[in-house]
């Protein structure tokens, strides 16, 4: 991994090499924080005061790290404890802001890679809003209404005192919906004895909940891709569009490609994909994954045509648009050469991070527009700000308005860092335009605000 940082200024290889002696067992985070070093040495060159600053010494380190332990007791009425994090990793721009995720695969490497893209995301938004990430190894799959209540209740006990609408503000990722927000909001309010709506985003719209928060990161994924597009003079109109994941952001990417006259093809969980070649059904999908929290086999059995492919990813299928909404690095340099045997014209990172460094390389190669997913994604927190600020001023946007200003603040994350790239010599480089742009933001408050 270091070798492509050989030939950047020596500050730079310096705080790498310190990352991994500090994170030794942190693949993934090593990973996050390589790929941004790598990508903004023009920054760095136009700026000297970041480096004299030690700006990169301090945005590589969590400002705070918190690690705990949630007992909880099972419906059989055992006792069960699982690890919660929250990594606080940087509020130069605004209180803490990102989501809770709730699967086995939970560590502190992928909490730590989440909170830091999370630093550049919500700062490519331009919301104030800063960075972080937590959840906990915890799997929901399986479990009553019940046990989710009496663990999330838990894990609520020990972290609500590091929470706050000007402290840090959490909303829901994998594993995290309406019930589980639902339950760590209800133990929040009781524990503090007020009813604090702007602590935490995802919320049903019934109490506080901001319309197209739902939708946002799947739409906003879209309406990426559309802007990408449009550079090169086209559009997603007929095109063929492959989406892994089955989730919120997937589904809603599908949705989303529905309306802009696209035919989206796949799904996909971790048993497998299925292929439509007449286009997801969104209704029955979410039938079988939200309402029966069924498998994606499922859909292929009750849909004619539809094809299920076991134990293998949607990247095989010839699309013009791959939308990969999974988890992090499920698309490989194979994957990566498939897609381009394909067609593809454009790829956007609806999970974060799901493509390895390795298959990036691919596509640049290639001349595919390529979205990494701390612009691609930024839809989901950006509605989140939103919604903290309907909160704040006890106001409620319609979902057109919302949805207008979800695509509103897409474009300017678009427009973002197809200008940064330009400007530092790199025209179409979403990654160096983005990892840039939100770079610069958050390095001029660090300056300006001293060392702390």
């Known amino acids: 991994m270091t070798d492509t940082l050989v030939a950047l200024p020596t500050p730079v290889r310096d705080v790498f090499d310190t990352v991994q002696s500090r994170n030794p067992h942190e693949p993934e985070f090593q990973q996050a924080v390589h790929e941004v070093l790598e990508s903004i040495a023009p920054v760095l060159e136009a700026h000297p005061e970041f480096v004299d600053g030690g700006i990169l010494e301090r945005i590589v380190e969590p400002e705070r790290q918190i690690m705990f332990r949630v007992p909880w007791v099972d419906d059989t009425g055992r006792l069960q404890v699982n690890r919660g994090y929250r990594v606080q990793f940087s509020s130069v721009l605004g209180p803490y802001k990102g989501g809770l995720r709730f699967h086995p695969s939970v560590n502190l490497s992928i909490i730590k890679f989440l909170g830091f893209e999370q630093i550049f ?246 001349e595919v527009l390529f979205a990494p997913g701390k612009a691609a994604n930024a839809g989901g927190v950006a509605t989140s700000a939103l919604e903290m600020s309907q909160n704040a001023s006890r106001q409620r946007w319609s979902f057109d308005d919302s949805e207008a200003r979800l695509r509103s603040i897409m474009k300017d994350v678009h427009d973002a860092a197809f200008d940064a790239a330009a400007r530092y010599g790199r025209p179409g480089d979403y990654v160096v335009g983005a990892n840039s742009a939100g770079f610069e933001r958050v390095a001029h408050a660090m300056l300006a605000q001293g060392v702390i």
């Open 121 to 366: 995301k919500n700062a490519l938004t331009g919301q104030g809003i800063g960075g972080a990430k937590g959840g906990s190894d915890f799997d929901p799959h399986g479990r009553s209404d019940a046990e989710i209540m009496r663990f999330c209740q838990s894990f609520m006990s020990e972290l609500y005192r590091h929470l706050g609408e000007h402290t840090d503000v959490p909303a829901g990722d994998i594993g995290v919906g309406a019930r589980e927000i639902g339950y760590l909001f209800g133990q929040y309010r009781k524990i503090t004895n007020r009813h604090e709506s702007g602590m935490f985003t995802g919320k049903g719209v019934q109490w506080g909940g901001a319309e197209v928060r739902t939708e946002a990161t799947g739409y906003g994924a879209v309406f990426f891709v559309q802007e990408m597009l449009a550079v090169r003079g086209s559009s997603l109109e007929g095109s063929r569009v492959s989406v892994s994941g089955s989730g919120n952001v997937a589904t809603y990417a599908i949705k989303k490609a529905w309306q802009l006259g696209a035919t989206p093809v796949t799904a996909s969980d971790s048993s497998g994909y299925v292929v439509d070649d007449e286009g997801i059904d969104v209704d029955l999908l979410r039938q079988i994954k939200e309402v029966e929290r069924g498998r994606i086999s499922e859909y292929a059995a009750r849909r004619p045509g539809a094809r299920y492919i076991e134990g293998a990813r949607p990247w095989q299928v010839p699309v013009d648009v791959a939308i990969p909404s999974a988890t992090q690095n499920e698309l490989d340099a194979d994957d990566a050469r498939a897609l381009i045997a394909g067609g593809v014209r454009a790829v956007a990172e609806g999970a974060n991070m799901p493509c390895t460094p390795a298959a990036v390389e691919a596509f640049q190669a290639a």
